[in-house]
């Protein structure tokens, strides 16, 4: 199976990098490409719930976790060739945390999406190399040279 460069950015910037604003971007771009799929929406507003986590915007968090997980309960938990089942377990144990707390802010952290399809993990690996790191923490994200580089990795 093959698997779409945009997802598969997303995943290294998701789980390498952190880079929740990049997911967002990358996402975006392939769920207007596959006819705005509520899966890939739900996978792009669980990485807006934890860029709004990081920043401790803990309303917007709740909002777009609760949202991602509805749209994320309707797909197998091997949907993407992802643990999707697990994702959805770590989305409702944060949402459950922010919800206990909502005016104190509970200690962030990251979550990662453990992929569980050799042919996907193949080829997180070899984009990883030629993905440069990012800096997830800019106050103002940049756009610029690392969107010229995401082209560059898309099958001709």
């Not at 093959?2 to 392939?30: K, T």
């Not at 920043?55 to 777009?64: A, C, E, Q, T, Y």
């Not at 509805?70 to 377990?89: C, F, Q, T, V, W």
């Not at 945390?97 to 042919?119: G, R, T, V």
Request: hydrophobic share 35%; proline share 7%.
């Amino acid at each position: 199976m093959s698997y779409d460069p945009l997802f598969v950015a997303y995943l290294i910037y998701f789980n390498r990098d952190q880079d929740y604003f990049e997911c967002h971007e990358v996402l975006e771009e392939l769920w207007l490409k596959e006819n705005r799929n509520p899966l890939i929406k739900g996978l792009l507003q669980v990485a807006v719930g934890m860029f709004h986590f990081r920043r401790h915007n803990l309303s917007g968090s709740r909002k777009m976790l609760r949202s991602a997980a509805e749209k994320l309960a309707h797909y197998p938990g091997d949907s993407l060739g992802i643990n999707l089942g697990k994702l959805r377990d770590e989305v409702y144990v944060l949402i459950t945390a922010l919800e206990s707390q909502p005016e104190s802010p509970i200690p962030y952290y990251d979550i990662q999406i453990e992929m569980i399809d050799i042919h996907l993990q193949q080829a997180v690996a070899r984009s990883d190399k030629a993905c440069p790191p990012h800096l997830p923490l800019q106050i103002h994200p940049q756009r610029g040279d690392k969107h010229a580089l995401r082209d560059q990795l898309r099958p001709k």
